[in-house]
């Protein structure tokens, strides 16, 4: 079994913070928790790096809705790509209380706001909220079954957060992967936590892989949108070849799932790193115009994309598997809150479309600030003044041979990326699985880097269990030796828990 922290401590020894509210995370989701906690208590907001490092800051979305028209078929696509496992609940409270979510915020903004700027902007009117950046939270603390805060390393030490509730905002993990569109700080720590302080986690091997990531010496973060092939753009391999014919009927416009596929198999074939989207058949005009960011990105790389064609290279993208909720964003920790990427409340089932994250950012984000006030008010006022916490986890020994941090994560996520990536099979998960465990890296280990190691670790070992777990091939999770959705057996959650057999749950 994993150790319960990934750092020694005793809480009676370390510098003490004590707040109403912790949130973990400056996304949207964190955001949107912190200004409705702020209602009733002091909170204390700590982001990993800088405050406008997430994910969050890379979304196109906008806060606009669409007509009732727009939203019954909003719904029915969600289901559809969810392929059975959506939550029926959870998906229509999201669209019902978005359009209610972005209404309040638009009017709550002066009418110069950006929309991007709207929920930082508005937090900076929160009288009770403090912001720590550069904070990373280390694990969750606990004490007979309740999460009273979180152990944070600022400034090179170790401090003790105290709080009555506790929102885990943290947002994904695509780091874990060699290919990916998230920004770095996406390592997956807050999975990681969860998963140690006890927490369920629900569908773990559900990660979508984006097909079309730039790919632009080493450039993460940004994606070519599915826009552009709507609009006639085409995949060509390394030779020059269209090839998405080979795979579906609708070429270009079939589902991401097939066209990652697709794109692995091509990058497979032709020995290239990436394949290339192809728009110079479109007018320049066209392009410029409605697709100008990308348009504009590639022009400072020397690539005019009129006339030259895109590297792009599918890349793991959003994880829509994570610490299981209840529609209130309770977990199965009292006391511990989760939204946003890192949490499940299964609302996307095996697979996301377009448009939901946001929604769920800012509808589960309210629903948890209300649900940490809710809880606050049942919690004596001193109730973890006089609680100490101590862990005797300390360092494992180092090996003699080990190699260094920055290597063993590059390591982890080649082996993920090859093995438990877009394709997988059983063989490749269970060799993934026995080397995660064996890795022992030498380096300092009470430093960022360290910490990520260690979260990295712990996070891909619950992706690869799932990920052989389920003997079919569903949504975003395709097995090479199941390679059918097997509806009978499998139309069902897997619930994993630290020190407990796997669940499956309808
Ligand atoms: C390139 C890109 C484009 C996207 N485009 C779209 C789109 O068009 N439409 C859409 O709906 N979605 C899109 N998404 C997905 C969407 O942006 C995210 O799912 C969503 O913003 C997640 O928000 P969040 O608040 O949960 O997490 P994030 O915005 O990622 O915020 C996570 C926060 O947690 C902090 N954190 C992490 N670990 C720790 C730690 N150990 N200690 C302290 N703090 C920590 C981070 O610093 C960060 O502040 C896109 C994502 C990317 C990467």
């Known amino acids: 079994m994993t150790r319960r922290y990934i750092a020694q401590f005793d809480s009676a020894e370390l510098p003490r913070i004590d707040t109403d509210f912790l949130v973990i995370g400056s996304g949207n989701a964190g955001l949107r928790a912190a200004i409705e906690a702020n209602q009733h208590g002091d909170v204390l907001l700590i982001t990993k790096t800088a405050m406008n490092d997430k994910s969050t800051c890379y979304s196109q979305n906008r806060m606009v809705m669409a007509g009732d028209d727009g939203l019954v078929s909003h719904v029915e696509d969600t289901f559809e790509a969810g392929r059975g496992l959506c939550n029926e609940a959870a998906v229509e409270t999201m669209i019902a209380e978005s359009v209610q ?98 927490c369920q986690m629900m569908d773990m091997e559900f990660i979508q892989f984006h097909p079309t990531t730039l790919f632009l010496m080493d450039l993460s ?149 209300r649900a940490a006030i809710r809880y606050v008010k049942t919690v004596e006022s001193n109730s973890h003044k006089h609680i100490r916490i101590c862990s005797d986890d300390g360092p494992p020994h180092k090996t003699p041979h080990g190699v260094g941090i920055e290597a063993a994560k590059e390591f982890i996520q080649q082996m993920m990326w090859q093995r438990a990536g877009v394709v997988r099979h059983a063989e490749d998960l269970e060799a993934t699985h026995s080397q995660l465990r064996e890795l022992t890296p030498n380096g300092n280990w009470y430093s960022v880097e360290t910490f990520e190691f260690q979260n990295m670790c712990d996070v891909a070992a619950l992706i690869v269990e799932a990920a052989l777990l389920r003997a079919e091939s569903r949504g975003m999770h395709y097995r090479a030796d199941f390679p059918k959705q097997n509806d009978a057996k499998w139309k069902k959650h897997i619930i994993l828990q630290r020190g407990r057999k796997p669940k499956l749950m309808l």
């Open 101 to 198: 979510q972005v209404s309040e915020l638009t009017r709550c903004a002066p009418p110069l706001d950006k929309q991007d700027s709207i929920l930082p902007n508005l937090l900076k009117k929160q009288e009770r909220v403090r912001v720590v950046e550069h904070a990373f939270i280390v694990d969750l603390m606990t004490h007979e079954g309740k999460c009273y805060g979180g152990i944070a390393f600022i400034n090179n030490t170790l401090h003790c957060i105290f709080a009555k509730a506790t929102i885990l905002a943290s947002g994904g993990l695509g780091h874990i992967y060699q290919c990916t569109s998230n920004p770095a700080v996406a390592t997956g720590d807050g999975f990681a936590a969860a998963w140690r302080a006890g």
């Open 221 to 369: 973060y940004c994606l070519v949108s599915g826009r552009v092939r709507e609009e006639g753009g085409i995949l060509i391999n390394a030779r020059g070849e269209r090839f998405m014919a080979k795979y579906h009927k609708l070429e270009e416009l079939a589902p991401c799932d097939v066209i990652s596929h697709a794109i692995v198999n091509e990058m497979e074939l032709t020995g290239a790193p990436c394949v290339y989207l192809d728009l110079t058949d479109l007018q320049p005009n066209l392009i410029q115009n409605r697709f100008s960011r990308i348009y504009q990105l590639c022009y400072q790389f020397g690539i005019d994309i009129t006339s030259d064609v895109i590297p792009v290279r599918a890349g793991a993208h959003f994880m829509i598997g994570g610490v299981s909720t209840n529609l209130n964003a309770e977990t199965s920790l009292r006391g511990l809150f989760a939204c946003g990427e890192v949490a499940c409340t299964s609302v996307h089932g095996a697979d996301c479309i377009a448009g939901n994250t946001f929604f769920e950012c800012v509808v589960f984000g309210a629903r948890a600030g």
